[in-house]
Each structure stands twice: as C-alpha cells, then as structure tokens.
C-alpha cells in the first residue's frame, strides 16, 4: 500500500523560510511525478509546484521565484524550500505522488505565515 508523508510545516513570519518534505512508499515503482499542492480556507485545493523524475519543474505563478521544488529520486522524496514567505502562503500543503496512472496523496501539513 502507497504511503505518502509529509513534514516541515508550521508558523513562521512574513518574509521567513520554510523546508517542506514528502515521502512516497509502499509501490515497487517511483512516482513519474511529484508535487506539492495547497488549500487555503474557503478556497479550491491549487498546484504549488511538481517535479518529473526527470527533473523537469512547473510553478505556479503566484510562487515563481520565492519556492523551489527539488527532488531525491533514490528515497522517492520531495522538497519545497519556501522563502519570501507571504500571509496568502498560508494553507494546508499536501503532496500528491503520481505513479503510473493512479495518484497518492499526504494528510497534509499546516504552514501559517503571520506576524
């Protein structure tokens, strides 16, 4: 059974950093691909950022420039490093692990960005 989890949530302040990871587990595949999704209350679920096992990336516009997504495709884990972070960052981040044709989600993490 796919297991997907992630860590590296929490409260940090307006311009601060923050490291989420997310492991995958369970499949004797790798996920094609892997990405970090967020929601914030009231509103849809949204692509943040995903990452190919190839190495190819995609953004959402809102965090271009300020999140990198990384990967470590030999522990099937995935990064989002979160600077420059905004109040509108605040939200639940889940990540979502693409193996063959089905898709594995995490329980989420919490990142708040207040003062």
């Known amino acids: 059974q796919v297991q997907v989890v992630e860590s590296g949530g929490g409260l940090v302040q307006p311009g601060g950093s923050l490291r989420l990871s997310c492991a995958a587990s369970?499949?004797?595949?790798?996920?094609?691909?892997m990405g970090w999704y967020r929601q914030a209350p009231g509103k849809q679920r949204e692509l943040v950022a995903t990452?190919?096992?190839?190495?190819?990336?995609k953004y959402a516009d809102s965090v271009k420039g300020r999140f990198t997504i990384s990967r470590d495709n030999a522990k099937n884990t995935v990064y989002l490093q979160m600077n420059s972070l905004k109040p509108e960052d605040t939200a639940l981040y889940y990540c979502?692990?693409?193996?063959?044709?089905?898709?594995?989600w995490g329980q989420g993490t919490q990142v708040t960005v207040s003062s």
């Open positions: 979502n692990a693409h193996i063959l044709f089905s898709d594995y």
């Open positions: 369970g499949s004797r595949f790798s996920p094609n691909v």
């Open positions: 990452i190919t096992n190839g190495g190819s990336t």
